[in-house]
T-cell receptor, first 111, second 113 residues
Framework: EDQVTQSPEALRLQEGESSSLNCSYT??????LFWYRQDPGKGPEFLFT???AGEEKEKERLKATLTKKESFLHITAPKPEDSATYLC????????????FGKGTHLIIQP | DAGVTQSPTHLIKTRGQQVTLRCSPI?????VSWYQQVLGQGPQFIFQ???????GRGNFPDRFSARQFPNYSSELNVNALLLGDSALYLC????????????FGDGTRLSIL
């Protein structure tokens, strides 16, 4: 059974204070690791897909990296508008394309 | 281009009732998936449909069913509602080609009294 564990559950940072969110996973045959951002009352918004260990993706102040056991979402010099819940999900081998999500990291950036 | 649209946005039902939720995928997307998100948790996979065929099913009881129409829109049906079915129900669409990301709608908030 696929499992995704995210840490920390919650993180409070000052504006401009860089940090990293962790996503540890166990999966039989990784077909993709996905990062999403979710704002209150909204659906998850797609950020990145990573497919193989060593891969990195960047978008504005966010950078996602992948190893064989975990992924990191690095946030550089965050702004208050980066406050959200960040979700990590995996898609494993097999016919179905359903994603297995972690519980998310609730990030608050204080001005 | 319009994103994934879901209706209704909010719904209140009582125990034992039945509910139908609707989803229209992004134009050109042929795959639709349904997820349940309980407060404080990540989304949990319910169903996936591709070209009107069920492609995958999560660990949910038979009270949950779904279908996909020729225009690729989809419905999720839940029978004999329980208090524990209260959640945000999310629909996601993708092109259906290998390993493309799923894009989510803003969901239907279902409350069971």
């Amino acid at each position: 059974e696929d499992q995704v564990t995210q840490s920390p559950e919650a993180l409070r940072l000052q504006e401009g204070e860089s940090s990293s969110l962790n996503c540890s996973y166990t999966v039989s045959g990784l077909r993709g690791l996905f990062w999403y951002r979710q704002d209150p009352g909204k659906g998850p918004e797609f950020l990145f897909t990573l497919y193989s260990a060593g891969e990195e993706k960047e978008k504005e102040r966010l950078k996602a990296t992948l190893t064989k056991k975990e992924s990191f979402l690095h946030i550089t010099a965050p702004k208050p508008e980066d406050s959200a819940t960040y979700l990590c999900a995996v898609r494993s081998g097999g016919g179905a394309d359903g994603l297995t999500f972690g519980k998310g990291t609730h990030l608050i950036i204080q001005p | 281009d319009a994103g994934v649209t879901q209706s209704p946005t909010h719904l209140i039902k009582t125990r034992g009732q039945q509910v139908t939720l609707r989803c229209s995928p992004i134009s050109g997307h042929k795959s639709v998936s349904w997820y349940q998100q309980v407060l404080g948790q990540g989304p949990q996979f319910i169903f996936q449909y591709y070209e009107k065929e069920e492609r995958g099913r999560g660990n949910f009881p038979d009270r949950f069913s779904a279908r996909q129409f020729p225009n690729y829109s989809s419905e999720l049906n839940v029978n004999a509602l329980l208090l524990g079915d209260s959640a945000l129900y999310l629909c996601a669409s993708s092109s259906g080609t290998a390993d493309q990301p799923q894009h989510f709608g803003d969901g239907t908030r279902l409350s069971i009294l």
